[in-house]
């Protein structure tokens, strides 16, 4: 297991919802990226969080934010949901921003209807 | 930004044969290439990764491979076994980051199936 966990395992949204998912990185990883993947393709880089502060940003509209929390947890929101955000949606902490190991979380399934 | 090919999409070997998947890359500054496996239901696991300092890199049955010059990289399986079985990525970090942690460009995937 790599002692990261995400909420909820599945989801199911209706169109132009707001949903919050969450991510519990390992203890002592403060950087934590979000990615989406969509079915049959591979993930698709978010955005990454350092020290509770965005360090960098994928192509996705502003309407997909983040938060994270001293306590090495972290969130992904987004707003105004669409057909198209149907995917999972994965969460991966890291020791630190340089380009250590990625420890996935098993990923949250999200489906907009 | 950073753009990974790979290739096959999908690779189907008999059970002790070797499995090769190729990934090249854009950004000739990139300096780390990892490999993932995805199996069903779970998030992607590391399995090796490489950097640009050196050319090659083994564990056990898996090995990586890194052309610099050609911008490709590739990831071997020998000896293969059912629970090899699995989608596998390649990915690199986006052009120009130094500092890129775990900020990664993916590649398409490759579902390996390994019969016996």
């Known amino acids: 297991e790599t002692g990261v966990t995400q909420s909820p395992t599945h989801l199911i949204k209706t169109r132009g919802q707001q949903v919050t998912l969450r991510c519990s990185s390992q203890?002592?990883?403060?950087?934590v990226s979000w990615y989406q993947q969509a079915l049959g393709q591979g993930p698709q880089f978010i955005f990454q969080?350092?020290?509770?502060?965005?360090?960098g940003r994928g192509n996705f509209p502003p309407r997909f934010s983040g938060l994270q929390f001293p306590n090495y947890s972290s969130e992904l929101n987004v707003n105004a949901l669409e057909l198209d955000d149907s995917a999972l949606y994965l969460c991966?902490?890291?020791?630190?921003?340089?380009?250590?190991?990625?420890?996935f979380g098993q990923g949250t399934r999200l489906t907009v209807v | 930004g950073e753009n990974v090919e790979q290739h096959p999409s999908t690779l189907s070997v008999q059970e002790g044969d070797s499995a090769v998947i190729k990934c090249t890359y854009s950004d000739s500054a990139s300096n780390y290439f990892p490999w993932y496996k995805q199996e069903l239901g779970k998030g992607p696991q590391l399995i090796i990764d490489?950097?640009?300092?050196?050319g090659e890199k083994k564990d056990q049955r898996i090995a990586v491979t890194l052309n610099k010059t050609a911008k490709h990289f590739s990831l071997h399986i020998t000896e293969t076994q059912p629970e090899d079985s699995a989608v596998y990525f390649c990915?690199?970090?986006?052009?120009?980051?130094?500092?890129?942690?775990?900020?990664?460009?993916f590649g398409g995937g490759t579902r390996l199936m390994v019969k016996p």
């Open positions: 991966a902490s890291s020791q630190s921003t340089l380009n250590t190991e990625a420890f």
């Open positions: 203890s002592g990883h403060n950087t």
């Open positions: 990915a690199a970090p986006p052009l120009g980051a130094d500092n890129a942690g775990n900020m990664l460009t």
């Open positions: 969080y350092y020290r509770e502060e965005e360090n």
């Open positions: 490489i950097r640009s300092n050196v």
